[in-house]
């Protein structure tokens, strides 16, 4: 069983305004590390993202074998790929998501931000009224 722990890793304090979780493994693949890095509130600059103060968020396992069979190897990955929360900005081609609404979602695997952050930018396909995914959950029943 993989042992892990937790870092604080900071980096330059110009435009830094929250932090995130994210985890390193080490080459032995025996331990993992789990680190809070400061990262960028970044606007919305592309046209079909949507900025998402985040509410909740699932810490799910972290499958490594799987993102190396994908070739997905980096020295610090996302944590946290299942949230909700409120939509704070839309890109200008966003037609479905207007500012203020509670959206749920699932953030693919090449995220580069982590659903364990207090604002994520996210495309709007990754994403959902939470009205709507429990009416379609719920026809999947009836």
Known sequence: M???K???VEVAPSQV???GLYFQQSS???EVTFVFQEKENVPVTEDNFVRVQVKACALSHINTKLLAEMKMEKDFFP???EVSGIVLEVGRKVTFFQPDDEVVGILPLDSEDPGLCEVIRVHEHYLGTWQSVLQNYISLFH
Request: charged share 20%.
């Open 28 to 30: 032995t693949n025996e």
């Open 79 to 81: 944590v946290g790929r």
């Open 17 to 19: 305004t929250m932090k």
């Open 2 to 4: 993989a042992a892990a």
């Open 6 to 8: 937790a870092l604080a």
